[in-house]
């Protein structure tokens, strides 16, 4: 049991260039989570998709797309790299113990600086 | 919209002190608090989850409080050991339960 993981670890990108960070689970969950963490501003939630099939916007869409290829991968694919997305990404998933109450879990991050 | 602020922003203790980190959040209207660790260059750990019908949670030498009425959570670490040495996020669950709204945390070091 993996948890959850993520490729790559680290990546360099220059403005304009495109890529797709992975994430995959191995623990059934439905719901899966995108965020980046920038200094001083927490984590933030890009995109979502509460189930196979589903995918919303979160707080800083912008800039970003998001597949869930099935229930066990969510990918985010940067279209037109900017500087302002240089940042630390995470994926998750959440494990429903009970109606309303999840416990998340998260990937161990993918460091991307665009130059 | 629910905002999350952890006191103090950095913490230094000797080994072997008691401490306490603050959370506080604006919207009492939660369904659970996550207390996670994240040590430099790696992922989140979860270490407390505490519903929103619960006032504590206890693992080992840790104790998470929640005082959901007036906002706030605390979480308690006993006998400090330099291993503790991370920082520490709060997350809130709320709204929508599919939401995550998180602190900036608390980047704590023990000290020998």
């Known amino acids: 049991n993996a948890g959850v993981t993520q490729t790559p670890k680290f990546q360099v990108l220059k403005t304009g260039q495109s890529m797709t960070l992975q994430c995959a689970q191995d623990m059934n969950h439905n719901s899966m989570y995108w965020y980046r963490q920038d200094p001083g501003m927490g984590l933030r939630l890009i995109y979502y998709?509460?189930?196979?099939?589903?995918?919303d916007k979160g707080e800083v869409p912008n800039g970003y797309n998001v597949s869930r290829l099935n229930k066990r991968e969510f990918s985010l694919r940067l279209e037109s790299a900017a500087p302002s997305q240089t940042s630390v990404y995470f994926c998750?998933?959440?494990?429903?113990?009970?109606?309303?109450?999840?416990?998340?879990?998260f990937g161990p991050g993918t460091r991307l600086t665009v130059t | 919209k629910q905002e999350v602020t952890q006191i103090p922003a950095a913490l230094s203790v000797p080994e072997g002190e008691n401490l306490v980190l603050n959370c506080s959040f604006t919207?009492?209207?939660?369904?659970?608090l996550q207390w996670f660790r994240q040590d430099p260059g790696k992922g989140l750990t979860s270490l407390l989850l505490i519903q929103s019908s619960q006032r504590e949670q206890t693992s080992g030498r840790l104790n998470a409080s929640l005082d959901k009425s007036s906002g706030r959570s605390t979480l308690y670490i006993a006998a400090s050991q330099p291993g503790d040495s991370a920082t520490y996020l709060c997350a809130v669950r709320g709204g929508t339960a599919s939401k995550l709204t998180f602190g900036t945390g608390t980047r704590l070091q023990v000290t020998l």
């Open positions: 919207d009492s209207a939660i369904y659970n």
């Open positions: 998709s509460a189930s196979e099939g589903t995918t």
């Open positions: 998750a998933s959440i494990y429903p113990r009970d109606r309303g109450n999840y416990e998340q879990y």
